[in-house]
């Protein structure tokens, strides 16, 4: 049981658009920044997000990062079939000393 | 280009040591914070440990603490994770990453197998 709740599964069609939440608490998400990942099957992490909103380069502005209190969320908009993965949102909590990863939200482009 | 390959992995019996590495390229590697994270075959991800730059600041998970030492040579731009008194759920792919408090740069991962 993750300390970061996310939903196991989320589903859209092509073209449409999806969030991705990840709930935590005051010492993790509510005073930190969160950082969002996409893996594809069979790969390494990729960084989507980080200090909550920002978008490496080379990160289209399809995906976006938000925080409001102890939650984010992640959104895809125009859904591709290329966006088909596990989704991780990640964050540092300061009661732990360490930093937390969510369970992951496997994302289907129906 | 940013590089990171991990080596090292393989299959080791429950209660033995297995010691991985991590060779960096394309970036001043002393000038950054690097981590281990794990996982586990078909779960999610799990933060090891992590390093500073030049190592003054060291942190690990609970449920290594005590049997895993993460260490890293910058003249060699190495980062490496020394893992003593395995257990079955120590069985995961170890990636290493670029950061601290987020992951800009993965490695392709290693898969590390405690089993008798």
């Known amino acids: 049981q993750s300390v970061l709740t996310q939903p196991p599964s989320v589903s859209a069609a092509p073209g449409q658009k999806v969030t991705i939440s990840c709930s935590g608490s005051s010492s993790n998400i509510g005073n930190n920044s969160v950082s969002w990942y996409q893996q594809l099957p069979g790969t390494a992490p990729k960084l989507l997000i980080y200090d909550s909103n920002k978008r490496p380069s080379g990160i289209p502005d399809r995906f976006s990062g938000s925080k409001s209190g102890t939650s984010a969320t992640l959104g895809i908009t125009g859904l591709q079939t290329g966006d088909e993965a596990d989704y991780y949102c990640g964050t540092w909590d300061t009661s732990l000393s360490t930093v937390l990863f969510g369970g992951g939200t496997k994302l289907t482009v129906l | 280009e940013v590089q990171l390959v991990e080596s090292g992995g393989g299959l080791v019996q429950p209660g033995g040591s297995l010691r991985l590495s991590c060779a960096a390229s394309g970036f001043t590697f002393t000038n950054y914070n690097m981590t281990w994270v794990r996982q586990a075959p078909g779960k999610g991800l799990e933060w090891v440990s992590y390093?500073?730059?030049?190592?003054?600041?060291?942190y690990y998970a609970d449920s290594v603490k005590g049997r895993f030492t993460v260490s890293r040579d910058n003249a060699k731009n190495s980062l490496y994770l020394q893992m003593n008194s395995l257990r079955a759920e120590d069985t995961a792919v170890y990636y290493c990453?670029?950061?601290?408090?987020?992951?800009?740069?993965w490695g392709q991962g290693t898969l590390v197998t405690v089993s008798s």
């Open positions: 990453a670029r950061g601290s408090l987020f992951f800009d740069y």
């Open positions: 390093s500073s730059g030049r190592s003054s600041t060291i």
